[in-house]
């Protein structure tokens, strides 16, 4: 199994960038996609989930309004739409598959799979 994250790079405060992240090896069929994100010298943060469908969608409160999830599956691709962006979004991005639901997701902060990350960096 593998998720390929890409699309991470620098931008200025106020701009945007979309994040997609590929998912192969198995079905995701029922298994949530999210995205996560680690700031230097922080922990793991939630930011984003998405179930099967893409009618129930969870959002962290940093990013709530800013930020928009989707997914693609006949590409098993989730994407994160990242609008208003500030220095405070600067962390590297990590995409993830659960079998679960997007809440459960984000308050439990776990994951059966996890992609290798793609940093965005937010300059003021």
């Known amino acids: 199994v593998q998720l390929q994250a890409c699309g991470g790079g620098l931008v200025q405060a106020g701009g945007c960038l979309r994040l997609?992240?590929?998912?192969?090896?198995?079905?995701?069929?029922?298994?949530?996609l999210g995205w996560f994100r680690q700031a230097p010298g922080k922990e793991r943060e939630f930011v984003a989930a998405?179930?099967?469908?893409?009618?129930?969608?969870y959002y962290g409160d940093d990013v709530k309004g800013r930020f928009t999830i989707s997914r693609d599956n006949a590409l098993n691709t989730v994407y994160l739409q990242m609008n208003s962006l500030s220095p405070e979004d600067t962390a590297v991005y990590y995409c993830?598959?659960?079998?679960?639901?997007?809440?459960?997701?984000?308050?439990?902060?776990?994951?059966?799979?996890w992609g290798q990350g793609t940093l965005v960096t937010v300059s003021s």
């Open positions: 998405v179930n099967w469908s893409g009618s129930n969608t």
């Open positions: 993830a598959a659960e079998p679960t639901t997007p809440q459960v997701m984000g308050v439990l902060l776990r994951a059966d799979y």
């Open positions: 997609s992240c590929a998912a192969s090896g198995r079905s995701f069929r029922d298994y949530v």
